[in-house]
């Protein structure tokens, strides 16, 4: 069973469109997290989410809205996607406790055309 | 410093060679240091999460030392074989615990 699991793994769509990208953890963690990884291959933070309430948020905008149902899930929303937003995005999940390992999926792919 | 920072960026290796690789951070306000495995296509996969100086921890052939008062933490590998190839990530966290800052990795190549 993949730990955490995010879907879809590859999306390419037109400039202007709403997206989502889902994210499931089955390893019952408190904290889940996304991150970009940008042009210059760093991993960036973008969000992360401790026991449904949001706790980071960093300089992102705002048409990037993440949504935690539960737990277990933390969904990444983008709206009206442009150009730029085309990269890998990276869900994840750990104990909130620091030093922690913190969990990845396999990324998402988004290309916008 | 001020980011966190890796060197090389990229390493080629024979098999049955040694290897280390290093990361520096910011020494203050530090709270831990992970170093992750990322092959392409495929999760980042935790190797080690040290918060303590002085701290070493040792996965099989591969070895990881840190020092928090300087900043800066190695990764070693011994007898690098071709299943070792891949890019090797730091981060630190710092001030908000959950917070990981990422370097851009050592992309290590190992060959027959």
Redesign the interface.
């Known amino acids: 069973d993949t730990a955490?699991s995010q879907t879809p793994k590859y999306l390419v769509t037109q400039m202007g469109n709403d997206k989502s990208i889902k994210c499931e953890q089955n390893l019952g963690h408190d904290?889940m997290?996304w991150y970009k990884q940008d042009s210059?291959?760093?991993?960036?933070?973008m969000f992360?989410y401790?026991n449904k309430e949001l706790?980071?948020n960093e300089t992102v905008p705002n048409r990037f809205s993440p949504k935690s149902p539960d737990k277990a899930h933390l969904n990444l929303h983008i709206n009206s996607l442009e150009l730029g937003d085309s990269a890998v995005y990276?869900c994840a999940s750990?104990w909130?406790?620091?030093?922690?390992?913190?969990?990845?999926?396999?990324?998402s792919w988004l290309t916008v055309v | 410093i001020l980011n966190v920072e890796q060197s090389p960026q990229s390493l080629h290796v024979q098999e049955g060679d040694s290897t280390n690789f290093t990361c520096s951070f910011p020494s203050s306000n530090f709270y831990a240091l992970h170093w992750y495995r990322w092959e392409t296509a495929k999760s980042p996969e935790a190797l080690f999460v040290m918060t303590l100086n002085g701290d070493e921890k040792k996965k099989g052939r591969i070895s990881a030392t840190l020092n928090t008062k300087e900043g800066y933490s190695y990764l070693y590998i011994k007898g690098s074989q071709p299943e070792d190839s891949a890019t090797y990530l730091c981060a630190s966290s710092t001030g908000t615990a959950s917070k990981l800052t990422f370097g851009t990795g050592t992309r290590l190549q190992v060959t027959l």
């Open positions: 955490v904290t997290y210059k291959k760093f991993l960036k933070i992360s401790n706790i980071i990276f750990s909130f406790k620091f030093g922690n390992t913190i969990y990845f999926g396999e990324g």
